[in-house]
C-alpha cells in the first residue's frame, strides 16, 4: 500500500463516517420537509430550516442524495426518504406536458413554468436511481425520464448537436447542462436496454470532444453562440476547473465505454490542467474559474469543484494506475473536510475566499448530490484496489 493510497484510504473513511452519522441524519430529519412534503433548500448554520422558495434542481439531486446512502453505509430509511421526496416532485414539479419547471414557493405553488435544460437533465438523473433504489417504481421512473427525453428531443433539439436551453433559442448556449444530461444517459445506460440512452450519450459526448474543448489549450468552454462558437468577449474565454474535473470524469467513463482513447486522453489533460493550473495552494482548493490562457478569473472556491477533484482523481487512478491521482484524490479529500467543519456537524459551508474565510451563510442542500456521489465513488475505488492488492 503506497502513502497516498494510505491516506486516501484513511480521508474516505472519515467521510463515510460524517455522512453516515451526522449529515443523512440531519438533512432526513430537519432537512426534509415532514408536513409540506419535499426537502428545504438550506439549513442554517444553527441546523434549522430556512423556509423560502424550492428550485427545481435542488429536489431531484436530494432523491438522488438519499438513493444511494444505503450503499455508503446508512441504515436509516433511506428508501423512506426516496419516496418522499418524489412523490412530492412529481406533484408539485411537474407540468402537464411532462417537463419539470423550475420554481415553487414553500407551500407547492408555482413561482416558474420555465422548463429549463438543466433541471429537466436532473430529473432524469435522479429517476434512473430511484429506477436503481426502489424497484417496484422502476417502469413508473423510465416512463417519465423517457417522456423528457423525447419532448427534448422534439422541442429543444439543436441542428448540429445537443440542445438548445429553451424554445425559442435563446444565447449564451452552455455547456454545464449538456454535462448533467451526459451524467443522466450514462446512468439510465448501465440499468437500462433502451439504446437511445447510450446514442445520446455518445452524442453529447462528441459535441464535448468537437465543441466544447479548445484543441490548442485543451480546456473546456462554459458559454457559445447558437453555432456552437466560443460566446463574445470574456463569456467565451471562461473555464471552471471544477468543470474540467467533472467532464474528465465523466469522459474516462464514457471512453472506457466505447473504447474511445482520444477521449481518455483529453480527459486526463484536463483533469492534470485543472490540478495544475486551478488549484490554490494556500488554501489546499480548486478555485472557480480561470480563462482560456489559464489566468484567473475567479479566485472564491465553491464546495462542489473539490468533490469533483476527488471523483476525477480515483477514476484516472484506477484507470492508469498512477500514483500521482491518489495524491490528488487525498488533497481533495482533504480539501473537501474543510467545507464540513461546521459547529453543528453534518452541515456545510460553500464559499472559502481568497482571504482564507468562509461565507458565513445557510447550507444549501444542493451540495449534497456533489458530497455524497464523491465519497461514494472514493469508498468505491478504495475498496475494489484494497480487494485486489
Known amino acids: 500500500m503506497t502513502k497516498a493510497f494510505a491516506e486516501a484510504t484513511r480521508l474516505c473513511d472519515r467521510l463515510k463516517t460524517w455522512a453516515t452519522e451526522a449529515a443523512y441524519p440531519l438533512w432526513w430529519t430537519i432537512g426534509a420537509d415532514h408536513k409540506k412534503g419535499g426537502f428545504f433548500e438550506k439549513l442554517d448554520l444553527e441546523g434549522a430550516p430556512v423556509e423560502g422558495p424550492r428550485r427545481g434542481r435542488v429536489l431531484p439531486r436530494q432523491i438522488?442524495?438519499?438513493?444511494?446512502?444505503?450503499?455508503?453505509?446508512?441504515?436509516?430509511?433511506?428508501?423512506?426518504?426516496?419516496?418522499?421526496?418524489?412523490?412530492?416532485?412529481?406533484?408539485?414539479?411537474?407540468?402537464?406536458?411532462?417537463?419539470?419547471?423550475?420554481?415553487?414557493?414553500?407551500?407547492?405553488?408555482?413561482?416558474?413554468?420555465t422548463a429549463e435544460l438543466y433541471d429537466q437533465a436532473f430529473a432524469m438523473f435522479a429517476l434512473a436511481a430511484v429506477a436503481q433504489a426502489l424497484p417496484a417504481r422502476a417502469a413508473e421512473a423510465k416512463a417519465i425520464a423517457v417522456e423528457v427525453r423525447q419532448r427534448l428531443i422534439v422541442e429543444r433539439k439543436h441542428p448540429m448537436a445537443g440542445f438548445h436551453q429553451s424554445n425559442p433559442p435563446t444565447t449564451p448556449l452552455q455547456s454545464n447542462p449538456h454535462m448533467h444530461l451526459f451524467e443522466a444517459m450514462l446512468a439510465w445506460n448501465a440499468i437500462d436496454d433502451d439504446p437511445a440512452w447510450r446514442a445520446l450519450a455518445d452524442e453529447i459526448a462528441e459535441l464535448a470532444l468537437s465543441k466544447f474543448i479548445q484543441a490548442e489549450s485543451g480546456q473546456l468552454r462554459e458559454f457559445f453562440d447558437l453555432d456552437w462558437n466560443?460566446?463574445?468577449?470574456?463569456?467565451?474565454?471562461i473555464c471552471e476547473p471544477g468543470h474540467q474535473f467533472e467532464w474528465g470524469w465523466l469522459l474516462l467513463r464514457w471512453g472506457r465505454l466505447s473504447g474511445r482513447a482520444d477521449a481518455t486522453k483529453a480527459a486526463l489533460r484536463m483533469i492534470d490542467d485543472a490540478e495544475a493550473h486551478g488549484i490554490d495552494l494556500s488554501r489546499g482548493v480548486a478555485i472557480n474559474a480561470l480563462l482560456d490562457d489559464f489566468s484567473i478569473h475567479d479566485n472564491g472556491a465553491r464546495l462542489w469543484p473539490q468533490t469533483e477533484r476527488i471523483k476525477a482523481a480515483v477514476l484516472a487512478a484506477e484507470i492508469t494506475g498512477e500514483d500521482k491521482y491518489w495524491d490528488m484524490a487525498a488533497a481533495g479529500a482533504e480539501g473537501l473536510l474543510a467545507y464540513l467543519r461546521t459547529p453543528v456537524p453534518g452541515l456545510w459551508r460553500d464559499k472559502y475566499q481568497p482571504d482564507e474565510t468562509f461565507v458565513e451563510e445557510p447550507a444549501p442542500a444542493s451540495s449534497f448530490y456533489h458530497i455524497a456521489l464523491a465519497i461514494l465513488e472514493l469508498d468505491r475505488t478504495v475498496s475494489a484496489r484494497a480487494a485486489n492488492a
Do not use: Q
Open 230 to 237: 466560443a460566446a463574445p468577449g470574456v463569456e467565451g474565454r
Open 64 to 113: 438522488f442524495s438519499f438513493a444511494i446512502a444505503g450503499e455508503l453505509g446508512w441504515e436509516g430509511p433511506w428508501r423512506e426518504a426516496v419516496e418522499h421526496g418524489l412523490s412530492f416532485y412529481l406533484a408539485a414539479y411537474r407540468r402537464p406536458d411532462g417537463l419539470f419547471r423550475t420554481l415553487i414557493g414553500p407551500n407547492g405553488e408555482s413561482l416558474d413554468e
